[in-house]
């Protein structure tokens, strides 16, 4: 980018937090002056919310920056704030997990029976050699299991590796190979839109490359036939025959908690370091803030896997430290029908659900009947994560499944930040449909110029971070320079996130996506994101990527691809009617700089696992190359669709 990014999507619409939410809040606007007037002493305060074995003796340590230290010579076990406190107070018998799995199976798991599966597979992981300090990789479905062996790890300071259960063999291999991982968590199986998929054949495959893994340790889920060899242990045998006793060890405030691969498009993956005491600070607080939390009545649904950064923080640690009840379920939306999300809303009477903007996009384009079938008056909290949520989209999350009085919070933040870090406040904030609005109390967020000085209002630029906070990484796993190079060398002395955003004229924020995406259209910067949003504002748009092609005239030129809602007419002259009438739509609402020069009608869209639009791809279409690196993509036979109907258009 060359200069500020332009400020072209203009949003007028307010939604005040309703009164009696408001009332109840679990926090007040009052905690925005707090912590300014204390930064550290609202952390310290947050972190009270905690049990610690010892207190710590300084919150901050920054004297050798970029390299934060948390509560200093603080000491806790992460396993005992999400499950033996809560039993010890109790609350043994209050359900922790209603789990769901993809073919109608049900387990309820109170925060007892947690408690004890996490001692065996503690147990058990101690008996096959894991000490405090080694590394054991996790590669599981969306079992419980998943959340025990999470929690089994922090227990007995084990550091754990999760890696997506959808990703190849060679991507495993290589990030057990980095982190020099001791024991693999897998089960035979899972299930993935109505079949069985395999999971211990890839494992297999990827520890025949990795020399340091001496045990692979397998839940049965779903039965099917495995290879198996001699260091596979059956986890029924191993670790449900391990004794429920086992006490939790204190570790220090900055002990190793997990390292998370971000998924690295074309270099290698960066391993992101959390640790204890301020990553369970941050996640625990924020779950309690930015949801509205109350663990005696609601029941939470978090949709992410536990393969992506929102699983680790809001799927275990942060729901599990507020004693929360939560689903979990284990497949795909639209398995055995697109209305089983609102099913199990409707079952379990879900009050809080945090999901993400591809997820509402998706049901966008499948229709609002699906949503409409359910009863879905419980719902009281509505989360987006992952992507910057189009008005639109934000729009009909809120009328159609938050009944049109629901708060939604926009909550931005990233592998790297642990924790959410901009967000509206539900009975605090009031918000405006696709804004992330205000970082959280205790966050000082900034935009950001060229040179790092921070826009006026109505300003875009770069999105920084301008003080440590609690959660936030401590490095990249065995490479310090990298972790200085990729995030604190482009403007001295903050962090910057690769995000690009602009302040709106009340100083709000905006997430206008990676500044990697950025278009140049005849020397101006535009975000595909406001394009998006414009074509989602469409009525007959549900989805839509935007990317700039290298353009003889003008630089680059915007080229979209569109996916119609469910009953739009797209065959014929009635698409070609369409195009036409969307390019028009996009130059009327942005203005004429931002109009497509050419917007395709396609059915998908090439995705990350975790949902974000491979824009790079696309780009890759665009421009009439061939595909890069599509190892990450969730649906590689989205792209040769995309491909040929990019041809028949030339
Ligand atoms: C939690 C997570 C991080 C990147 C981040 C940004 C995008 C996430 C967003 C958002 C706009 C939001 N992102 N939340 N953009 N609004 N509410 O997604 O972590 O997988 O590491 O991705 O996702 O671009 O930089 P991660």
């Not at 659900?353 to 359910?374: H, N, Q, S, V």
């Not at 009438?581 to 609402?589: F, G, I, Q, Y």
Request: charge should be negative; hydrophobic fraction near 40%; include cysteine.
């Amino acid at each position: 980018m060359s200069e500020t990014l332009a400020n072209l999507l203009q949003e007028n619409r307010r939604f005040e937090p309703p009164a009696a939410l408001a009332d109840a809040a679990n926090v007040k606007a009052d905690a925005y002056e707090e912590a300014d007037a204390d930064r550290l002493a609202f952390w310290a305060k947050q972190a009270h919310r905690l049990d610690w074995a010892k207190e710590w003796d300084q919150v901050l340590d920054w004297s050798n920056p970029p390299f934060a230290k948390w509560f200093v010579g603080g000491e806790l076990n992460v396993a005992y704030n999400c499950l033996d406190r809560h039993v010890a107070a109790g609350r043994g018998d209050k359900v922790a997990i209603h789990w769901e799995g993809e073919p109608g199976d049900t387990r309820t798991l109170t925060y007892a029976d947690l408690h004890a599966l996490t001692c065996q597979a503690a147990n058990a992981l101690a008996d096959l050699g894991v000490r405090a300090g080694d590394r054991v990789a996790i590669y599981l479905p969306m079992i419980p299991e998943a959340a025990v062996a999470m929690l089994a790890c922090a227990r007995i300071g084990a550091t754990h590796s999760v890696v997506f259960g959808g990703f190849s063999a060679d991507a495993l291999s290589g990030r057990i190979q980095d982190a020099s991982a001791k024991v693999v968590i897998t089960a035979d199986g899972g299930y993935r839109r109505g079949k069985p998929s395999g999971l211990k054949t890839i494992v297999d495959e990827a520890v025949a490359q990795c020399p340091t893994i001496e045990h692979v340790l397998v839940v049965r889920r779903t039965g099917q036939e495995v290879a198996w060899s001699e260091r596979d242990l059956w986890w029924h045998e191993t670790v449900e025959t391990a004794s429920t006793e086992h006490e939790a060890q204190p570790f220090d405030a900055e002990h190793p908690l997990f390292i998370l691969y971000t998924s690295g498009t074309t270099a290698k993956p960066k391993g992101i370091l959390h640790t204890t005491g301020g990553y369970l600070t941050q996640a625990s607080y924020t779950q309690h803030a930015v949801f509205d939390l109350k663990p005696e009545t609601d029941v939470y649904w978090c949709t992410a896997d536990i393969g992506w950064v929102t699983g680790h923080s809001y799927i275990v640690y942060g729901p599990l430290s507020n004693g929360a009840t939560q689903v979990m379920y284990e497949g795909t939306p639209d398995t055995p029908h697109k209305g089983r999300f609102w099913d199990i809303v409707d079952k379990y009477g879900v009050t809080i659900l945090y999901t993400a903007p591809t997820l509402i996009r998706t049901m966008m384009k499948w229709g609002d009947e699906f949503p409409a079938a359910a009863n879905l008056s419980s719902l009281r909290v509505l989360g987006s994560v992952g992507e910057p949520i189009n008005p639109e989209a934000w729009m009909w999350y809120r009328k159609n499944i938050g009944h049109d009085n629901t708060p939604v919070v926009d909550t931005w933040w990233q592998t790297e930040t642990g924790a959410i870090m901009i967000s509206p406040l539900p009975g605090v904030t009031g918000t405006k449909p696709g804004s992330a609005m205000r970082p959280l109390p205790g966050i000082s967020a900034d935009v950001v110029d060229d040179e790092g000085k921070s826009v006026p209002n109505g300003g875009g630029g770069f999105l920084v971070l301008r003080e440590p906070w609690p959660s936030m990484l401590r490095t990249i796993w065995g490479d310090d320079q990298r972790f200085i190079d990729t995030y604190w060398s482009r403007f001295p002395g903050m962090y910057f996130a690769g995000d690009g955003a602009k302040k709106d004229d009340d100083g709000d924020l905006w997430l206008l996506g990676r500044v990697d995406d950025v278009m140049l259209v005849s020397g101006h910067n535009i975000s595909t994101t406001e394009v998006e949003s414009a074509l989602v504002s469409h009525p007959s748009v549900a989805e839509a990527a935007v990317v700039g092609a290298t353009d003889p005239t003008t630089g680059q030129a915007i080229v979209a691809f569109t996916i119609p809602r469910g009953s739009v007419d797209t065959a014929g002259d009635a698409g070609e009617a369409l195009i036409k009438e969307l390019r028009d739509h996009v130059a009327k609402t942005l203005g004429p700089i931002a109009k497509p020069r050419q917007i395709m009608l396609v059915a998908e869209l090439p995705k990350t696992r975790s949902g974000k639009i491979m824009r790079r791809l696309l780009r890759d279409v665009a421009e009439h190359r061939s595909l890069g690196d599509v190892t990450t993509l969730q649906d590689s036979t989205v792209m040769d669709l995309i491909s040929d109907g990019m041809k028949s258009a030339k």
